[in-house]
């Protein structure tokens, strides 16, 4: 079964700076849309932003714009997420997922929408962010 596998998280102080990646295990970035995505204990999934394959366009949560950078390298079947002040609602376990080609249509926090055909969920990594 293919999915993700994601690290690079931890515990951080507000303001802090973390980076984020995500490998695909199994197949090829080329042609997919890739989203971050994270859950908070007690709150649904909400979408963090995505690079559409078919246009590198660049969608990001309103929550997080001006602060978090998504950037993939297809070469080296890379995904990461820079994130950078940092603040305690950023608390969650984050995920990378997949859908064909495109991140539309979008949520309504501007981010990709864990309700459409995202797939190949890893296990996440914890980002906590606390003094």
């Known amino acids: 079964q293919v999915h993700f596998v994601e690290s690079g998280g931890g515990l951080v102080q507000p303001g802090g700076s973390l980076r984020l990646s995500c490998v695909p295990d199994g197949f090829r970035l080329d042609n997919y849309a890739i989203g971050w995505f994270r859950q908070a204990p007690g709150k649904e999934r909400e979408g963090v932003s995505c690079i559409s394959s078919k246009d590198d366009n660049h969608y990001y949560a309103d929550s997080v714009k001006g602060r978090f950078t998504m950037s993939r390298d297809n070469a080296k079947k890379l995904v990461y997420l820079q994130m950078n002040s940092l603040k305690p609602e950023d608390t969650a376990v984050y995920y990378c997922?997949?859908?064909?080609?495109?991140?539309?249509?979008?949520?309504?926090?501007?981010?990709?929408?864990?309700?459409?055909?995202?797939?190949?969920y890893g296990q996440g990594t914890q980002v906590t962010v606390s003094s």
């Open positions: 997922a997949t859908k064909a080609l495109d991140c539309r249509p979008l949520a309504y926090n501007s981010g990709p929408d864990p309700r459409q055909d995202f797939s190949a």
